[in-house]
């Protein structure tokens, strides 16, 4: 887990050490696809304030100071993701923490390769 720091010796107010993040997915094709992806994007824009790195399919690179599990709610739950047929994979490559949903075939295989 990671660590919390205070602003200042006086504030009450907490913040999270910035972590970098790699979102992969996979938004099955049907005839809602294309509503289900924008909103995806749409909510990953509103997470990085479109600052991240998108240059491959179903891959994305970014920094927060969230988890990997409050980044895959928020996907979640801002989105039209479908946990029924969609699939989000998301790595906090700093902690070495992942968070999922959807319908993994392999989740052991996952832990496996990745090693947490």
């Not at 509103?46 to 895959?72: I, K, Q, R």
């Amino acid at each position: 887990m990671a660590l919390c720091y205070r602003l200042c010796p006086y504030s009450k107010t907490t913040y999270r050490a910035m972590a970098n993040f790699i979102v992969t997915f996979q938004i099955k094709s049907d005839d809602t696809y294309q509503k289900r992806y924008n909103s995806f994007i749409r909510k990953v824009n509103e997470l990085t304030n479109y600052e991240h790195w998108d240059e491959t399919t179903s891959f994305l690179c970014f920094e927060t100071s969230s988890s990997a599990e409050g980044v895959c709610s928020s996907l979640y739950v801002g989105s039209d993701f479908d946990a029924t047929k969609d699939i989000m994979v998301v790595i906090d490559v700093s902690n070495k923490k992942r968070a999922t949903k959807g319908p993994l075939k392999y989740p052991s295989l996952l832990e496996s390769y990745l090693g947490f």
